[in-house]
């Protein structure tokens, strides 16, 4: 822990002299390319994994839902070093890869269209046409010859009554093999020093990266060409994926992750205080975020849209929860909200539930939100031999008045100097998320203090916070942070990886500042990092 | 003939189980039992948070055998001569957050290894250094059962180290399967397949694999060591799975049968009462057909935030066990928390008393079972008295009915004395430090 921390809090002196200014877009082709810093060996999320089957075979992408889940830490989901195997895994991919080959051999369209042909006809040279062309959408690079040989042997063996079965068997053994689930990366022959990533596997980090999902068939067409050697070659490809649906439901998927997000569809809260809460309010939340969060990649994606929009999306059900006019048409809508009360992501019933208890809100925990996730300084956690929880719920007293106990305690004040006040700000809303004039019989300050960061003063309400948030280099810095360790599976640890981080910050924050999302993932597929592999991958 | 129509009509009085079994049938023939050594089984309930160790502890008697159950332990009155509360135990830990190493120390008595899961206060910490208890058992008892060991969970939350407890060796840590619907199709499904297909699908699956375990051996020759490690613990596994489906489910038991399962929301904080239930129901099967001698169920998770409405309380259980002494409320309702868990604990005796075994008697009769919590104190952390029962003598090798309060001595001589109960002749587990031996007097 301290010596992450102490590497984070160093970050911004670092960006200053390592890797110096924003002018990304005119400097050599890759990036930061002395240390490329190390790939372990990653596995396909669940996320992934889903969408990867259902574009394969046409099974729903929740299939992946039967997999254990994935271990999550640094926040998200992806992160290499974290990850385990059991027999458990081993089943629910057998399972998976079943019901996957069955979907698909049950799909004569989607079947012919493979290779141009009905391999379960019996024919034995579509049956190979098949094998090739689903094996290599499958496992991302073509067949070798005996791996080839090797499932025309399990047809052989499965074809048992009849010719779909032998189909089936090779999808189900397919998309077992760890081509499939994993992304080995062999070495170059020969590779001594770091160098480009063999076309294929970089083909897969691309569209992973980008879209959430395997490559498809222009970007494996690509990698086969040579289409990927060159900057403008893997730009074109970044670009054409960019603009998919796929690359806006990753983005979905990763900042709900960085907002620590991912448990609101299963929140709850107590309902005798909440009585508005129902069973269908957390789904209703995360759907809302889910759509604010597309709609800003879509229309502008940066940073001051997530932090300062007062905007958002609603149904009727879901605005009588907030106390909000019921928006015209019907589902969800856009709906514009009150600027003096709303800032994006900061103010949507997700974020505010989930950074509160299921009995009242906790400005230490939306304080050390804002510390941990948006400026990358997470406090230090209470020293060992302090009683730590949170103040009794007193109707007579208003939940800044119970958290006194903080300041009035040395051993605790140092800590939550820097998350309280931040907290504070946040109190016009409750532990539901909903609007509040009132908290504890007293009419809500909301007044606060931002205190050690390159932003700091007095706060009033959420959206003076937000404004100050959204001006910050170093929650821009940090933003750039949490994307590096989300695109490599990993925690930021080297002077290489400082200098990736830098970059993409760079390119993040632009020459307007407002910190432009696509713009840095852009930059990603630029960086070493992402194009080049570390040598010292032989046995 | 007669045998099997008889057989029939005692599932369909067994109640609950008004299933036809057409496949079951068939199946019983297969067996192939050699009444050599008596069967054992273990299973691990394990609740978070710490107790209340004032309405835990017993009062002792004139002697081992003479207590009187603490409040908590109450609901384990109906059993009260089958089980063996030990007290004053050390829990051992190290790495990681006392939550974090609280959990993976617990059944593996080793400390965390250094990785990537940042606790409170502690540097960031990995999977524990070696196996759990319950795998060291299954390994002695060298058992072929269709599953080496079934884990489940109600709840149990994200994939981390705070909520995983049992260990297949180091750094291998074994989800728990907490939705029942999954537990049923994965554990039961030859039960309710017509035996024709079962074989079918066994054959097919076994030449799947043996290709993909040869792609698995393939890719991994092309890794660097520590990428191939991790390919080699995946090809362990599907080995696994291959020797499954060459293990034949032998059913000697008129109790096994195909359990019903009810629809059940998994995650639903309400539910959490439904879901343990059934788990206990399916648990109890999957022994009573013999698919499996070990298991385990994992309630929620270390740092639980369950919030156990069904009991009137509101508040998440993690903060509700952060409250000082000095707040009767919160010690009430933690006390009706442990309470609850003695009840589910209770229940699952109940269960195996209620089922016959095979070779007469019943279940409970050569089962072990273990409760257990990964930590004593919630609200400071503590590890010193850690609460733990066991029930049932694992075929007459413990002797029951006693409250043994043992003083801090290392909750690794417990383990050990667990495994010499399950007929595992180890003198020691886990770190070697923190175990010196059996603890005397158990067995």
Known sequence: MSRRCSLLIALPVLLA??????????????????????????????????????????????VADQLPPDEETLGFDDIADAYSVSTLHA?????????????????????????????????????????????????????????????????????????????????????????????????????????????????????????????????????????????????????????GPRAAELFVHVATQWWELGGVPTLDKDRALYRTWTDATPGALAEETRLFLADAWQGTPNLKTLLTAPVTFVDADLAAFYGLPAPAGSGFQR?????????????????LAEHAKADQTSPVLRGKFVRAKLFCTPPAPPPPDIVVRPPTVDPRLSTRQRFAQHTADDRCAGCHALMDPIGFAFEHYDAAGRWRDVDGGQVVDATGDLVGTDVDGALDGVPSLAARLADSAAVANCT???????????????????????????????????????????????????????????? | ???????????????????ALPWLEAMAPRRAQAASAPVKRF?????????????????????????????????????????????????????????????????????????????????????????????????????????????????????????????????????????????????????????????????????????????????????????????????????????????????????????TLSPVSTTANDA?????????????????????????????????????????????HHDLSHRPDSEPDAVSNLTKINTWYAQQFAGLISRLKATPDGAGGTLFDNTLLLWCNELAKGNIHGRIGAPYVLAGSAGGALRTGRYLNYGPLPHNNLLVSILNAMGVPDTTFGKADWCSGALSGVL
């Not at chain 1, 190390?38 to 394969?56: H, I, K, N, Q, V």
């Not at chain 1, 709906?335 to 974020?351: C, E, I, M, N, Y």
């Not at chain 2, 409040?71 to 790495?95: C, F, N, W, Y």
């Not at chain 2, 309710?192 to 699956?205: K, M, N, Y």
Request: proline content about 6%; glycine content about 12%.
């Open chain 1, 17 to 62: 002299t390592a890797c110096g200014g924003d002018g990304v877009a005119t400097e050599t082709f890759p990036l930061c390319a002395d240390d490329p810093g190390p790939a372990p060996l990653r596995r396909m999320t669940r996320f992934e994994y889903g969408r990867t089957l259902s574009d394969l075979t046409g099974v729903r992408a929740s």
């Open chain 1, 91 to 243: 089943a629910r991919y057998l399972d998976v890869a079943e019901q996957a080959a069955d979907a698909l051999v049950a799909d004569g369209v989607r079947l012919k269209a493979v290779a141009g042909c009905d391999p379960s006809s019996g024919d034995a040279g579509c049956l190979g046409d098949f094998i090739a062309g689903f094996g290599r959408r499958a496992w991302r690079r073509p067949l070798e010859p005996d791996e080839l040989a090797a499932m025309q042997q399990i047809y052989a063996d499965t074809a048992d009554p009849g010719a779909k079965d032998g189909v089936a068997g090779v999808v189900a053994a397919l998309l077992q093999s760890p081509q499939f689930i994993y992304r080995p990366e062999p070495s170059v022959p020969a590779m001594t020093t770091a160098g480009a990533l063999e076309p294929y596997a970089l083909a897969t980090r691309l569209s992973l990266l980008l879209t959430g999902a395997g490559p498809d068939d222009a970007l494996l067409a690509a990698a086969g060409s040579g289409g990927l050697h060159t900057e403008e070659g893997l730009l074109a490809q970044t670009d054409r994926l960019l603009t």
């Open chain 1, 335 to 351: 709906v514009d909200l009150d600027p003096a009360r709303a800032a994006g992501l900061l103010t949507q019933g997700s974020f």
């Open chain 1, 480 to 539: 750039a942070t949490q994307w590096f360790r989300y695109a490599f599976g990993r925690a930021e640890q080297s002077q290489g990886d400082l200098c990736t981080v830098g970059k993409l910050a760079a390119a993040f924050k632009g020459t307007n500042g407002d910190g432009d999302f696509k713009k840095m993932v852009r930059a990603t597929v630029r960086m070493a990092a992402f194009r080049n592999r570390a040598s010292g991958v032989s046995p």
């Open chain 2, 1 to 19: 003939m007669t045998r099997r129509i008889s057989r029939r009509t005692i599932l369909r009085g067994a109640g609950g189980a008004a299933i």
């Open chain 2, 43 to 259: 299973i691990v309930m394990f609740s978070a948070n710490g107790t209340i160790p004032s309405a835990w502890t017993p009062v002792a008697g004139s002697s081992e055998s003479d207590f009187t159950l603490s409040p908590i332990l109450a609901p384990l009155e109906p059993h009260k001569s089958d089980i063996v509360v030990i007290g004053g135990l050390e829990q051992k830990g190290g790495g990681g957050d006392g939550h974090q190493n609280g959990m993976g120390g617990m059944l593996t008595g080793q400390p965390l290894n250094s990785g990537p899961f940042a606790g409170v206060g502690a540097p960031p910490a990995g999977w524990p250094m070696g196996a759990s208890v319950d795998q060291r058992i299954a390994e002695g008892l060298a058992v072929p059962t269709r599953l080496r060991s079934l884990e489940l969970g109600v709840q149990v939350g994200s994939a981390d180290n705070w909520g995983r407890m049992i260990y297949r060796a180091a750094n291998q840590p074994l989800p728990p399967d907490d939705d029942p619907a999954s537990v049923y199709g994965r554990v039961f499904a030859d039960l309710h397949t017509d035996p024709a297909v079962v074989a079918r699908l066994r054959r097919r699956r076994k030449s799947i694999l043996d290709g993909v375990g040869a792609q698995f051996t393939r890719v991994s020759a092309r890794l660097g060591s520590a990428d191939r490690q991790r390919l080699d613990a995946h090809l362990t596994a599907v080995q696994e799975i291959e020797t499954r489906l060459t293990t034949d489910l032998v059913v000697n038991n008129p109790s096994c049968h195909d359990p």
């Open chain 2, 272 to 316: 959490f009462p439904m879901v343990g239930a059934l788990q206990m129901d399916l648990l109890t099967m999957a022994l009573a057909c013999d698919i499996t001698r070990v298991a385990s169920l994992q309630w929620s998770r270390s740092v639980s935030q369950t919030r156990f409405t069904w009991l009137n309380i509101t508040q998440g």
